[in-house]
């Protein structure tokens, strides 16, 4: 098992920033596919971001393309999601999740394995 813990969100008005954080642990084997994920009020949960295990390939969904930045450390065992010029729109509960598979990029939620529990982002207008 693969545990995921998110941390580093909050309130903030819209224009700012903040950077989410999500450690992994367990039975990591370092090569997991990882992404973020939100989901807010009444509506399906949705893809935010992406990136490979090495860290070559990322990709993101079109309203946080030039605004939001996605990385890992893989000595830390660490992904982040630096998300900057914030909108009330981008208001959701924040998940990471991994999948196994390394070779393989994924925009679909149902294809990864592990989740966080979610942390909340609220952007005030």
């Known amino acids: 098992q693969v545990q995921l813990v998110e941390s580093g969100g909050g309130l903030v008005q819209a224009g700012?920033?903040?950077?989410?954080?999500?450690?992994?642990s367990g039975r990591t084997s370092g090569t997991e596919g990882m992404?973020?994920?939100r989901?807010?009020?009444?509506?399906e949960r949705e893809f935010v971001a992406l990136i490979t295990w090495s860290g070559d390939i990322t990709q993101y969904?079109?309203?946080?393309k030039g605004r939001?930045?996605?990385?890992?450390?893989?000595v830390q065992n660490t992904m982040y999601l630096q998300m900057?010029?914030?909108k009330p729109e981008d208001t959701a509960v924040y998940y990471c999740a991994a999948h196994p598979y390394s070779s393989y990029i994924y925009v679909d939620p149902a294809k990864y394995t592990y989740w966080?529990?979610?942390?909340q982002v609220t952007v005030s207008s």
């Open 116 to 119: 966080g529990q979610g942390t």
């Open 84 to 86: 900057n010029s914030l």
């Open 68 to 74: 939001f930045t996605i990385s890992r450390d893989s």
């Open 39 to 43: 989901q807010a009020p009444g509506k």
């Open 16 to 24: 700012g920033s903040l950077r989410l954080s999500c450690a992994a």
């Open 61 to 64: 969904t079109d309203s946080v």
């Open 35 to 37: 992404g973020w994920f």
